[in-house]
């Protein structure tokens, strides 16, 4: 294990710890240290003295403010295992968070862009270098379904133009290799070629520096709004609509799978449920007994044969 500096507070020390010896992305430590300042703010004196009933009215005093289910379990996860992190260095000899659970909130199913908006998102020819590169971004989100932590981090060396593949390094610094599709391919091309500094991060801004989450989510709005979608976009509305595009085409869960990362086959099912809502649009449109007893199906004239 890395040697921490001892002069900083615990938080900062596990700060450190998942930057340097966990090596999670940027976002990720970013998320963390938000979900740790909840916690600071609300208990401003020390970390180190609370137990499950400090920690049980804290998730319910973020939960009388309007944080959904969702939003608690991943503050929870991030207290237990900054807690666990203290176990690990011998500074406390329990973890205040064990037994501890979230209020559940419904499950919301991931929310996917019509095929029809995902044409007219990117029928668009560029002419700017800036539109090259967000063509290029696009394309990949829906081509190849990665993560807008993955995306940002890309170099040049993980993608294989020839081969049509891309080489991520996802979460817990897990590698997966995913095909690109030839629309996504040729964008990247595009945008090599008008690329103004010759820097080895795949996606820059025009000064050379590496794009950041928050400018792809700014960007994608724009060109949502400039597109004319009725549908609000983000990047993870584009990894979603590629799953559920692969998985009805495919029907291939465990392709799906592998393609986004997950580690379980559970994360992956949810898209399941996108299919049997189109099935159900399908059959209520085409199966002569979904109709209503009040509203009888049209009838096609038979023709004499």
């Not at 501890?100 to 995902?118: E, G, H």
């Not at 829906?142 to 807008?148: A, D, I, K, Q, T």
């Not at 995306?151 to 993980?158: D, G, I, M, S, V």
């Not at 986004?260 to 099935?279: K, N």
Request: glycine share 4%; with cysteine; proline share 7%.
């Amino acid at each position: 294990m890395t040697t921490l500096d001892k002069n900083l507070s615990l938080p900062t020390q596990y700060l450190q710890y998942l930057e340097f010896e966990r090596r999670v992305s940027p976002l990720t430590l970013a998320n963390y240290r938000r979900d740790l300042t909840l916690l600071q703010n609300i208990y401003p004196d020390s970390l180190l003295v609370l137990d499950q009933q400090h920690i049980s009215r804290a998730i319910a005093q973020l939960h009388r403010k309007g944080l959904s289910g969702r939003s608690l379990a991943r503050i929870l996860s991030c207290w237990r295992h900054f807690y666990r992190f203290t176990l690990k260095v011998r500074v406390l000899a329990h973890n205040p968070c064990l037994g501890i659970r979230a209020p559940k909130s419904p499950k919301s199913l991931p929310q996917t862009l019509p095929l029809s908006a995902s044409q007219v998102l990117l029928q668009f020819i560029p002419q700017k270098p800036i539109e090259f590169r967000d063509k290029a971004v696009m394309e990949l989100f829906y081509s190849s379904g990665l993560r807008l932590a993955e995306l940002t981090q890309l170099t040049l060396e993980q993608i294989n133009l020839t081969e049509q593949l891309v080489t991520v390094m996802g979460k817990g610094q897990k590698t997966r290799i995913v095909p690109v599709g030839q629309m996504a391919i040729q964008a990247i091309k595009d945008w090599l070629n008008v690329k103004p500094q010759k820097t080895s991060t795949l996606f820059t801004t025009l000064q050379g520096n590496p794009l950041t989450p928050r400018a792809v989510q700014l960007r994608l709005a724009y060109w949502g709004r400039k597109q004319g979608l009725n549908e609000r976009l983000y990047p993870h509305r584009l990894r979603h609509s590629f799953a559920s595009d692969v998985l009805q085409s495919s029907g291939d869960l465990r392709a799906v799978q592998e393609m986004l990362g997950h580690a379980s086959i559970s994360s992956t099912q949810i898209y399941t449920h996108l299919d049997y809502q189109q099935l159900a649009v399908v059959y209520d449109k085409t199966h002569p007994r979904a109709h209503h007893a009040d509203v009888p199906p049209k009838k096609t004239p038979i023709k004499p044969t």
